[in-house]
DNA sequence: TAAATATTTAGATAATTATCTAATTATATA
DNA sequence: TATATAATTAGATAATTATCTAAATATTTA
C-alpha cells in the first residue's frame, strides 16, 4: 500500500485518476487537460502505474491509459479497519 | 482531504494511526514505540492533527493523542467511488 | 524513406519533507 | 523554590519530489 498512499498524495495524479473514472484516455489527452508539461503527466503516469492504479495499453503511436480498482480493496479495508477501530 | 493524504503518506505516521486503534496514547509512549527522536514523532502528530485523523488532549504534563476517525468518511466514499467506475 | 506525431527518458533544479540537536515551555515533585 | 519530566518549537540539513527543457524512441503518413 506504499505505492498506493504517494500515488494519491498528490492532486495531479488523483485528478487523473478522476478523469480516468470517466473514460480511457491517451496520455496526450490527459496532457491536454493539465497546464504542466507532457513529461512531467508521464512521471505522474508512471507513478500510478508502479501503485497498479492504472493500466497502459499501446495502440499504434497512442498509449491508452484505464483506470485499475483491484488495488482499492485493501485500501478500503484499512481505512474501515481504522474507521471501526474509533467506534469502539 | 488534501492532507489526509499526506498525512497517511508516510510509514511512520501509519504505524502511529495503527497503534491508536488499540488504545489512546501519549506522545513520549508513541515515541518509545520509534527509533526517531521524539521530535520528529511530535513533528509527526502534528501532521497527523493537522489531517484531522488524531485528537489531542493535555493532561497535566501529559498529551493524550487518540484517533478522530471521522474524516474517513469522505476519503472512503472516494475511494468506492473509484472503484465502482471500474466495474463500468 | 523523410517528416510529423505521440510518448518517454535523461539530466538539471527548486521546493518540500523527515530528520536531527539544542532550546523552550509547561507541569509535577522533592 | 529548584529540579526533574513531558512535550513542543526553532533552526539546520540531507533526501525526496515535481517540474522543466532537450533528446530519444516508436509509429504513422506524405
Redesign the pocket.
Known sequence: MKKFF?AV?????REILEMLKTKD???????DA??????????????L?QADLVI?E????????SLNTSVLEDVISWLVSLKQAGGK
Do not use: N
Not at 25 to 31: C, H, N, V
Not at 34 to 47: A, E, N, R
Open positions: 504517494k498524495d498528490d492532486i495531479t495524479r484516455m491517451t496520455a496526450g489527452e490527459i496532457s493539465f497546464q504542466i508539461s507532457k513529461p512531467s503527466i508521464s512521471y505522474h503516469l508512471d507513478l502505474k497502459s499501446k495502440k499504434g503511436q497512442y498509449v491508452y491509459y
